[in-house]
C-alpha cells in the first residue's frame, strides 16, 4: 500500500497562476483534510471532506478549491496563486473511528513568485 | 491567544539526557490530546496520545494537566535520532472530534 501520496513534490508558480495539487490514498478512508505549514508555525487546515462528494472549509480556505469525486482522490485546486500562498502544503487521511492519528502525504512545497 | 502554545526552541541536549516539553491549549472543552513528531522537511507522524492518567511508551512519558490547561512530553535517555520537531496537538472541537489543532512545534537537537 502506498498509503498518502502527493504530487508534485515542488512547484514554482508565478503570481496569478493556477495549479492543483494531487492527493490520493489507497486506504478507503472516508476522511480526508489539507493543511499548509507555513515556516515555524503550525499546521492550518485548509479543507476537510468527509467522504465522496461532501467538502468543507477548514480555517484557512480563501484562495483555494476542493473537489471529492471519489474516496481515493481529493485535489487542492489554487487559483489565481499569491505570495501569502508560498507554503508546504499536506494531505492527510485517517480511520473512521481513530481521527487522532492522522496520515500524512509527505507534502507538496509550493513557491510563489 | 493561540489555541495551542509550544516553547519553539530548539532544546540542544547531549545524548543520554532527559528533556521535557510543555505546550498550553486555551479551549477548556478541548478533550483529545497527542504529541506528533516531524522530521527535517518531512511529513507530521503520531508520536503518542495523552491520557488523563499520565502514560508512558519507552523512553516517552506524556501527562496532561486540565486544571491549568497544559500538556507535558519527557523524553529520557535521549538519542541522537530523537532530533526533530515535537508538535502538541489538540482535539479542537468535541462536537467534531475530527478537527485537529496543531501547535507550531517544539525542536529537539540531541548532540553526541
Known amino acids: 500500500n502506498a498509503g498518502v501520496t502527493q504530487t508534485p513534490k515542488f512547484r514554482i508558480l508565478k503570481i496569478g497562476q493556477s495549479m492543483t495539487l494531487q492527493c490520493a490514498q489507497d486506504?478507503?478512508?472516508?476522511?480526508m483534510y489539507w493543511y499548509r505549514q507555513d515556516p515555524g508555525m503550525g499546521l492550518k487546515l485548509i479543507y476537510y471532506s468527509v467522504g465522496a462528494g461532501i467538502t468543507d472549509k477548514g480555517e484557512v480556505p480563501n484562495g483555494y478549491n476542493v473537489s471529492r469525486s471519489t474516496t481515493e482522490d481529493f485535489p487542492l485546486r489554487l487559483e489565481l496563486a499569491a505570495p501569502s500562498q508560498t507554503s508546504v502544503y499536506f494531505c492527510a487521511t485517517h480511520k473512521e473511528q481513530a481521527s487522532y492519528e492522522q496520515y500524512f502525504g509527505p507534502g507538496t512545497r509550493l513557491t510563489v513568485t | 491567544r493561540k489555541e495551542v502554545e509550544q516553547d519553539p526552541g530548539p532544546f540542544n541536549v547531549p545524548e543520554g539526557a532527559t528533556v521535557a516539553f510543555n505546550c498550553t491549549y486555551s479551549n477548556s472543552a478541548s478533550q483529545s490530546f497527542f504529541w506528533y513528531r516531524q522530521d527535517c522537511r518531512k511529513e507530521p507522524k503520531l508520536l503518542m496520545s495523552v491520557y488523563s492518567s499520565g502514560n508512558e511508551d519507552g523512553r516517552f512519558t506524556a501527562q496532561l494537566n486540565r486544571a491549568s490547561q497544559y500538556i507535558s512530553l519527557l523524553i529520557r535517555d535521549s538519542k541522537l535520532s530523537d532530533s526533530a520537531t515535537y508538535l502538541c496537538v489538540v482535539n479542537a472541537n468535541p462536537f467534531s472530534s475530527y478537527k485537529l489543532i496543531f501547535g507550531s512545534g517544539t525542536r529537539l537537537l540531541v548532540r553526541p
Open positions: 486506504m478507503n478512508h472516508n476522511y
